[in-house]
């Protein structure tokens, strides 16, 4: 059942039975239907959100309306309101599921807690946050430098599953760009 | 001399003097000269880098010639190709110095034997990344959301500081606007 986050864990450091049991007592299961939200704006985020299944979108609505995707996450990504979140401020933007979800949640308390108790996972995350801090500076560059078919051919080379999945209008809007301009490209 | 990185570690946590002193023994000191390179394209990237002094610039090159300024870096701020460093490949990015500066260079070698070591370092890091990612992801929000007026605003608002030190072609360039749409701004 949770054999995906121990083979997610494992990539970058071994544990043991026991470890895995213990790390995972510290998660809470959640499923989610399609159109629900995991993060609202305005509440708080108490959790940081590892998928087992299904994909999501974090998006920021400006004061015109306007949506801007700041990630997606499907199976094996972790997806939050990460200023929200480690700074315990009010979320800033809302999550929603694409489709059926399932998700394992972990709360910031557990998260500081398993980092003490368990140096690997202080490693873990340690690793994890330095890998994610690239793909976010691999998408500025992308941003600044790319019209919008070298951003799709990009992301179509490093995500090719996810191009299946998302819808065509908010996948334009992931790579900042018209639904007319995204149908030439595809 | 090296006061300001043991400030800069101990505001996510205290380290004995003993501690510090072993800390430090694997940094490598290093001065550059403004227009100096720290990193430069197609290279190893071996270090991480702590600033204890000026002002540098990250900046990719496209094939056009045209640069983006991927960072800044001054006092108490990390600076590397992080991708390269991270995952051991060439670097695509350039680095170099605005002003003349005074730097800690950390290898990946050592950061991995210290937080091996000392648990509080493998904390101090994963904490820094946290941080950094998160202001990655608000750079993102800027990117895709503001306009020029929005995004010097907001620059202006978290570095005041950063400013008064970086000429205005260079801050155009990072803002991604020209250098005349800035002069009005500014």
Redesign the interface.
């Given at each position: 059942m949770s054999i995906e986050l121990r083979k997610h864990i494992e990539e970058i450091t071994p544990v043991s039975d026991d470890e895995f049991d213990y790390i995972l007592s510290h998660f809470r299961k959640k499923k989610l239907k399609k159109h629900q939200f995991l993060v609202q704006e305005n509440n708080e985020v108490l959790n940081d959100h590892y998928v087992i299944k299904g994909l999501l979108k974090a998006y920021?609505t400006?004061d015109e309306g306007?949506e801007?995707i700041?990630q997606f996450a499907m199976e094996n990504w972790w997806v939050t309101d990460?200023?929200a979140h480690?700074?315990k401020e009010k979320a800033t933007i809302n999550i929603d599921c694409l489709e059926d979800c399932e998700i394992l949640c972990l709360s910031l308390e557990n998260r500081e807690k398993l980092?003490?108790e368990l140096?690997k996972i202080?490693?873990f995350?340690?690793i994890k946050?330095?890998?994610?801090?690239?793909a976010?500076?691999?998408?500025?560059?992308s941003?600044?430098?790319k019209d919008a078919k070298g951003r799709y051919e990009q992301l179509m080379e490093l995500y090719p599953t996810l191009l299946q999945r998302v819808p065509k209008t908010i996948l334009a809007s992931y790579l900042?760009v018209s639904r007319e301009t995204l149908s030439r490209l595809s």
């Open positions: 920021y400006n306007k801007h700041l990460y200023q480690f700074k980092c003490s140096q202080e490693h995350f340690r946050s330095n890998f994610g801090y690239v976010l500076q691999r998408r500025i560059l941003l600044l430098d900042g």
